[in-house]
């Protein structure tokens, strides 16, 4: 487990640092602080800067991020966040953490070793998600969930993003990516009734940016470690 900052290019710095800004300072405009929220966010965009390398601190981070983002969620009884972080993506980044420990890249590049699925791959996530998205609308609709069907699309697309996590697939930035559009609009309905979770769509939206770097930085690692060798 290396040191994830000596690994920061000076371009990844920015990113990060001004990414850290941007949501404190929105905040800090909204009027009313949220620790628990900042904090979460904090830690969030940290785990995706981290995971942009390949890192396994940014899994170690996603953790802590998941029981911060499930009270979050419980405050505002989106029960279907609340469980889809603490019952799916805190014990599969758990998971994560252990696959990508044991499969380091080569000598070459740092971060884990990359994987393309294969179609079986595909076809199984496929039928996962239709069955994990089933069975939480189910538990959704009990609970009374506000906002329904953005909290269910939520239920799939956090399965997708945290599965091809860990399958070590460059697409799971691109499933975070959908996830944090998804949260962008179930959050906003929350800000309707309370101003004060305006700042935590700033937040999702800053995690877009940060997951769409991820992608580009993954699929730059795949090519080039799937490159054919020079003889």
């Given at each position: ?66 029981i ?13 966040e ?22 380091p ?31 939480f ?37 691109l499933?975070?990516?959908a ?25 999702f939206?800053?995690?877009f ?5 991820g ?10 470690q799937?490159?054919?060798?020079q003889?």
């Amino acid at each position: 487990m290396s040191n994830p900052l000596k690994e920061l290019s000076q371009k990844e710095w920015c990113l990060w640092g001004i990414s850290l800004f941007i949501v404190t300072l929105s905040n800090v405009v909204a009027g009313s602080i949220d620790i628990l929220t900042l904090a979460a966010t904090w830690v969030g965009i940290t785990s995706l800067i981290f995971a942009a390398k390949g890192n396994v601190w940014a899994q170690i981070l996603m953790i802590v991020f998941s029981i911060l983002y499930g009270v979050i969620s419980f405050r505002f009884r989106y029960w279907g966040e609340m469980m889809t972080y603490l019952g799916m993506t805190l014990p599969m980044a758990a998971c994560s953490t252990i696959v990508w420990l044991k499969n380091p890249s080569g000598e070459e590049q740092s971060g884990v070793e990359i994987q393309r699925l294969k179609k079986s791959q595909v076809l199984i996530l496929f039928v996962l998600s239709i069955v994990v998205t089933g069975i939480f609308y189910l538990i959704l609709r009990a609970l009374k969930t506000p906002n329904m069907v953005f909290s269910t699309i939520s239920v799939t697309t956090s399965f997708l993003a945290a599965s091809l996590t860990m399958m070590r697939s460059s697409y799971y930035a691109l499933g975070y990516a959908a996830n944090d559009l998804v949260l962008i609009v179930l959050w906003s309905l929350a800000a309707v009734h309370n101003p004060i979770y305006i700042p935590v769509i700033i937040n999702f939206a800053i995690f877009f940016l940060n997951d769409m770097y991820g992608f580009i930085s993954w699929k730059k690692r795949e090519n080039l470690q799937y490159a054919e060798p020079q003889i």
